[in-house]
């Protein structure tokens, strides 16, 4: 079996407390920005994941234009476009992404859509 260092998070506020709860109940590092600043700015959320090396979970697509328009650091970033998802449903997304892809997710930069998983470097 592969021991894998686990991914840590910074959750952004769309994302919702039922990730939030059960990726910290599964053993990740979890910060919320709903718990620092709701309103935080997102390249302030980049910013502070990248010094913390924490995954940015998101539903914000601006994100692509801080990191490919803007070069702006990152430790890795994930967007989720569920915007019709709830969050049981979305839990069960991240479930399964974290389940077959945390060993090529880090530090890269991912969105799920579709069913599918872009991971780009």
């Not at 959750?11 to 309103?39: A, H």
């Not at 601006?62 to 650091?73: A, C, H, P, R, T």
Request: aromatic share 8%; proline share 2%; with cysteine.
């Amino acid at each position: 079996m592969v021991h894998q260092k686990k991914l840590n998070f910074l959750v952004d506020v769309g994302v919702g407390r039922k990730v939030e709860k059960w990726l910290k109940e599964n053993g990740y590092d979890v910060k919320s920005v709903l718990d620092i600043d709701p309103r935080m700015p997102d390249n302030l959320i980049l910013q502070i994941a990248d010094s913390e090396l924490r995954m940015v979970l998101t539903m914000d697509k601006d994100f692509w234009e801080l990191v490919f328009n803007k070069g702006q650091n990152h430790s890795g970033v994930m967007i989720l476009r569920l915007e019709e998802a709830n969050g049981e449903q979305k839990k069960e997304i991240i479930k399964e992404i974290l389940t077959e892809y945390s060993n090529e997710i880090t530090n890269k930069f991912c969105v799920f859509q579709d069913g599918n998983l872009r991971i780009r470097s």
